[in-house]
């Protein structure tokens, strides 16, 4: 799977770092970023379901 993160949608909630934080982290600025561009992690496509803005998309 593919996973990005529209960084203008996101509020930065954390909820996609609390949920798989092996793909995605807090940066400085208090925006989510992947860091596993290409992932198995079915915890991905669960934060895209969680986030509240549907800024992640997993394809």
Known sequence: ???YID???CIGCGVCEGLC???F???DDG???VIVAET???C???AADSCPVQ???VE
């Open 1 to 3: 799977m593919k996973v």
């Open 7 to 9: 960084k203008d949608a």
């Open 21 to 23: 934080p092996e793909v």
């Open 25 to 27: 982290r807090m940066t």
């Open 31 to 33: 925006k989510a970023e």
């Open 40 to 42: 198995e992690a079915s």
């Open 44 to 46: 991905a496509q669960d």
């Open 55 to 57: 800024a992640i998309k």
